[in-house]
């Protein structure tokens, strides 16, 4: 017998960033498990018990026309926004059950392609959208940002539609014309490869703001907990500092495989020149925030889905795994290179390159919970005896927790 909403549904989430380059809200994406009925009603209880007033906006998208009507039925006023897929609006009932809830106050947001907006009176029912870029539009966007290549070439139409949200943004250019030029309210997820591909003449270089918050953490003489957390907010800047306490100038006789050991050994005052020597160096590129955001979500993640029983030293190691396992898209070589590198546990190891060992599951979970992958969350949660409920309210636990202001 099921015990909680949460293990009657299969979750997924994806972020959705705004032209600030920050969280503007997640899309949690929701599937019930098999033939169970989803308690809607405790759904929305149980997110509301959650969330507090720093945590994202929601945007919740169920992935079946009978959980969408379970939630524009029974959601109050108040309810985070609600995913509506325009083509399931040519079945009357779920129509008139769309129109009660946006006479209730909900907040509706319409889904579908750019190309098949939906008419005048549909419209009415939802405050925003989230319009699907077809690669048609896409060219056509960048023709318009582009402008004329000639005099006799007309100047092609901008399909992006101010204050909206966009997904199919697949490259960064697109990115800055949909956030940038166009005023879109947020796009979904985040061209990573491109962002990185773009800006690889740079070199990698930690980020500016994380280094500067650490040497203020400093100043202030905070606690070495708290070192630890801000340093863990920069995959790059965490690697570089391992790699750096475990280098042949400082002499040590034997290696140091966490960040906490290499605080303690280093000392503020070392730890102080070492971050000024990082600091000229440092990126304050804007497009690489939502990529370090979304590591350092992927490493909370990981940490979270292990028993609660574990002892704090394994946590902080499989942060580690989550944090460190995309140092290969940072670095442009073999991951299994990047880490052999400095003395890592070979648990981090194995999770992060090989995808073995007790930390691999909880790393494999966190990236099918970002990449909404339903079968690969079943699957996984069976093959390693983890429940859906667990998993569920570890995300949730994690997405809450993740400020829009900051990583």
């Known amino acids: 017998m099921v015990q909680s909403v949460l293990g009657s549904l299969v979750m997924g989430y994806r972020p959705l960033w705004n032209a600030a380059r920050r969280l503007a809200g997640v899309q949690l994406y929701l599937q019930g498990e098999g033939a169970v009925r989803v308690d809607a009603a405790h759904l929305l209880r149980t997110l509301q018990e959650l969330w507090t007033a720093s945590s994202p906006p929601l945007l919740l998208s169920p992935r079946s026309p009978q959980l969408l009507a379970e939630l524009l039925e029974h959601a109050p006023r108040g309810t985070p926004w609600i995913a509506v897929p325009g083509q399931w609006l040519a079945e009357p009932s779920l129509r008139a059950q769309a129109q009660a809830a946006h006479a209730r106050g909900l907040r509706l947001v319409w889904q579908g392609e750019l190309d098949h907006l939906p008419d005048t009176d549909t419209a009415r029912l939802f ?110 800047l965490a690697y570089r500092f391992i790699t750096h306490i475990n280098s042949a100038a400082l002499g040590l006789r034997t290696g140091v495989d966490s960040l906490r050991r290499g605080l303690l050994v280093m000392g503020y005052g070392s730890l102080s020149r070492w971050l000024g020597e990082q600091l000229p160096h440092a990126s304050s590129e804007p497009d690489l925030h939502p990529i370090r955001a979304s590591m350092v979500l992927r490493a909370r993640l990981t940490e979270h889905l292990l028993d609660p029983g574990d002892g704090k030293e394994l946590r902080r190691e499989i942060y580690l795994s989550g944090l460190l396992s995309q140092m290969d898209e940072l670095l442009r070589e073999p991951l299994g290179a990047i880490l052999r590198r400095v003395p890592l546990s070979s648990r981090v190891y194995d999770a992060a390159v090989l995808r073995t060992g007790p930390y691999a599951p909880s790393l494999e979970l966190a990236c099918a919970l970002e990449q909404a992958d339903a079968h690969a969350v079943r699957q996984l949660c069976e093959t390693h005896e983890m429940s859906l409920e667990h998993v569920n309210r570890s995300l949730l636990r994690v997405l809450a927790e993740w400020e829009p202001s900051g990583p």
């Open 127 to 236: 405050d925003n959208s989230l319009l699907q870029l077809s690669p048609g539009d896409a060219v056509q966007a960048l023709q318009s940002a582009r402008g004329a290549a000639g005099a006799a070439q007309e100047r092609r139409r901008n399909p992006v539609i101010r204050g909206q949200m966009y997904d199919g943004v697949a490259s960064r250019a697109l990115l800055i014309h949909c956030l940038d030029d166009s005023g879109a309210l947020a796009v979904a997820g985040w061209p990573m490869e491109d962002v990185l591909h773009s800006l690889r003449h740079q070199g990698a270089r930690p980020a500016r703001e994380v280094v500067q918050k650490l040497l203020k953490a400093i100043d202030q003489e905070q606690s070495i907990d708290r070192f630890e957390d801000i340093l863990g907010e920069d995959p790059l």
